[in-house]
């Protein structure tokens, strides 16, 4: 039997239109939404402005959320993970990041990833399927009702698992949703999409009024060196720049080149001077993010020092460069690590909740030091 459909997998049109053949009156559309993303609403029981005969129906036709909370960690910076659990038993992980005031979600969009840069834990299984629209709206919702009562999650970044370009359908309509004022009012400003460069979806986003702030994985100065970490791409360095800037200029928003510094791969000083030389004039800003050490693979972060040089050098090229600072360091919150310790032949650990074993390592994608 397939499950009923998720309310979080509509926009408040689409659901609209859902409720008709129900004789709903179309008003009441909002009315539900408003419980599920503002009064936090788990049930349609709670929803107690509707009559018992709407709630009954709605619940013989809907679920109010299709996903649930398999495993929670905490870490004394406030950094915060959680481990989804999807209808077919997949897991996905989802991290709130707080940085004073600033609450940030990093959002994942696959079930696994099919890129594989060489670095990274989200590709090492591949990618499963992609997540729908609801699952991705979910990791957001569930992070907000938990939070006190009255506290919004203000920062979404999406970059957690998989790449979201290649799963354009749902993560546009959910990040429709993630902006409607009848869902969870966080504007396009305030979030940051991460993509490893799927060229065309770039002016697509532009096309469909879909324009949050991008970031473009480059990881490197020429073609060389990007088909070695990244080896299932065929874009070139300088169309992936291209798209950098057009975007930025179609859209007045911020655009980020991010480089994962990997020692003796691309960190050294003339690796910094060849890319600083095709970015002069841009002003197109880069965000250099020190390797975070993933058990699996044979890469090691560079020494302070040669992340530093770097980000000078970078600078002296007259490129605005921030480097990314560590976070959530003790629960494995970088890309893909936590769903990783947790893949299947490990699930009975995680559906007991009992700890897993954690390296030290993970990322803040969100909060940045600026450098020059
Ligand atoms: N698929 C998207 C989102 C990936 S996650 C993309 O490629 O942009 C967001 C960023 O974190 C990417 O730049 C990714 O390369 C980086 N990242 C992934 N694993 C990392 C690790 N172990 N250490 C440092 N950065 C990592």
């Not at 004022?181 to 400003?189: D, F, T």
């Not at 050294?268 to 965000?287: I, Q």
């Not at 650990?349 to 909060?367: H, K, M, R």
Request: proline share 6%; hydrophobic share 40%.
């Amino acid at each position: 039997m397939t499950p009923l459909p998720a309310i979080t997998a509509f926009t408040a049109q689409e659901f609209e239109e859902r409720l008709q053949p129900l004789a709903l009156e179309r008003f009441r559309a909002r009315q539900i939404l408003q419980w599920i993303y503002r009064r936090r609403a788990s049930s349609f029981e709670t929803m107690t402005d509707l009559s018992l005969e709407h709630r009954t129906l709605l619940a013989q036709s809907f679920r109010p959320s299709c996903t649930s909370v398999a495993q929670r960690h905490a870490c004394a910076d406030l950094t915060e993970k959680l481990l989804l659990r999807l209808d077919d038993g997949n897991l996905i992980e989802t991290v709130l990041i707080r940085d004073g005031d600033r609450k940030t979600v990093c959002v994942s969009t696959q079930v696994g990833c099919p890129i594989r840069c060489v670095f990274c834990a989200s590709g090492l299984d591949g990618r499963a399927r992609d997540l729908t629209t609801a699952e991705i709206v979910e990791q957001v919702l569930t992070i907000q009702n938990a939070l006190p009562e009255g506290d919004r999650v203000d920062n979404l970044v999406l970059m957690g698992i998989g790449e979201p370009l290649l799963n354009y359908a749902n993560v546009t309509r959910a990040l429709r949703i993630f902006k409607a004022s009848w869902g969870l009012g966080i504007g396009y400003n305030r979030i940051t999409l991460s993509t490893i460069g799927i060229l065309d979806r770039i002016p697509q986003l532009v096309e469909d009024r879909v324009t949050p702030n991008l970031a473009i994985s480059l990881h490197a100065p020429n073609d060389r060196i990007r088909r070695e970490i990244v080896p299932t791409m065929k874009k070139k360095v300088a169309e992936l720049i291209r798209a950098a800037v057009e975007y930025k200029r179609a859209t007045k928003k911020n655009v980020t080149l991010e480089i994962v510094l990997l020692d003796g791969v691309n960190d050294d000083k003339k690796h910094a001077l060849e890319l600083g030389k095709k970015l002069r004039g841009t002003r197109v800003k880069v965000n250099v993010i020190p390797f975070n050490r993933v058990a699996e693979v044979p890469y090691r972060e560079p020494s302070p020092e040669r992340v530093t040089r770097f980000v000078k050098t970078l600078g002296s090229c007259g490129v605005p460069v921030t480097v990314r600072k560590r976070k959530g360091d003790a629960i494995s919150a970088a890309c893909g690590q936590l769903r990783h310790q947790a893949r299947p032949r490990d699930t009975a650990v995680a559906i007991q909740g009992e700890p897993i074993p954690i390296p030290p390592s993970a990322l803040d994608p969100s909060a940045e030091t600026p450098q020059a």
